[in-house]
């Protein structure tokens, strides 16, 4: 299946070949290991705050059970920023992925712990259909290989393990260990566990393009200038 929309994967290109390392602010109410992340802010209003830090894209967490998001709250989020936007939530349907793109969101999330190989295969194909990219993410060898024979133009490291909510304590170590299986020319993208501008060069030099990262800019003093650290010039600070 041709990829038909690269519009997230080449926002975060386009800054990773300007020689500044992308960071994806991943907005979310909360998380279960980390309580209220919001702290009654809005999400939108974070939202613009990151886009005029400097982000080119914007995650935010759709799942309602553990981490607290909604869909209307994506839907408002993707009509408030002029930037491609990616849903996170536990997809295993198709109707979840038609409400994804109704939303007006760019790119969506697949986890390959959560779906069997045919269902993963099945949620890509179609996810292109609709025009959305998919970020495939994974969280060990045996998942990359799963899907090293597809044409993906974006593969997730997910540094902890989302089937225990993240509350594992993983870090960037497992984007070291695992970078090397993912297909050449794909954006590697390093999710979770990212608190320092250290964490983005171990990251950075492991062979990652991007990071994503969403409780440590949630929980910084000033978001906007976490936000800017995180996002240094790779070569200079990294």
Request: glycine share 6%.
């Given at each position: 299946m041709k990829i038909r929309n690269r519009d997230f994967s080449s926002a975060l290109w386009k800054q990773y070949h300007s020689g500044r390392m992308p960071?994806?602010?991943?907005?979310k109410f909360r998380s279960p290991g980390e309580g209220d992340l919001l702290q009654g802010r809005s999400p939108v209003q974070l939202a613009k705050i990151m886009v005029e830090a400097g982000a080119q894209v914007i995650s935010v967490v759709t799942e309602k059970e553990h981490f607290g998001g909604s869909l209307p709250i994506l839907e408002e989020i993707v009509r408030a920023v002029s930037r491609p936007v990616l849903r996170k939530d536990f997809i295993n349907s198709r109707q979840q992925l038609?409400?994804?793109a109704h939303m007006?969101?760019?790119?969506?999330?697949?986890?390959?712990?959560?779906l069997q190989k045919e269902q993963l295969y099945e949620l890509i194909e179609y996810a292109h259909i609709l025009g959305l990219e998919p970020l495939v993410e994974t969280h060990n060898e045996e998942e990359i290989s799963l899907v090293t024979e597809l044409d993906l133009s974006m593969l997730g490291i997910n540094n902890r393990n989302i089937i225990g909510m993240e509350t594992d304590g993983g870090n960037v170590k497992t984007t070291e260990e695992l970078a090397g299986w993912a297909k050449s020319g794909t954006l590697l993208i390093s999710e979770s566990g990212i608190a320092s501008p250290r964490d983005v060069k171990r990251a950075a030099q492991a062979g990652a393009h991007a990071v994503l990262v969403g409780t440590a800019i949630l929980q910084a003093r000033d978001p906007a200038q976490m936000y800017r650290d995180l996002n240094t010039m790779r070569g200079k600070g990294l």
């Open positions: 960071v994806i602010p991943d907005i038609r409400e994804t007006g969101a760019k790119a969506v999330l697949l986890i390959a712990s959560m």
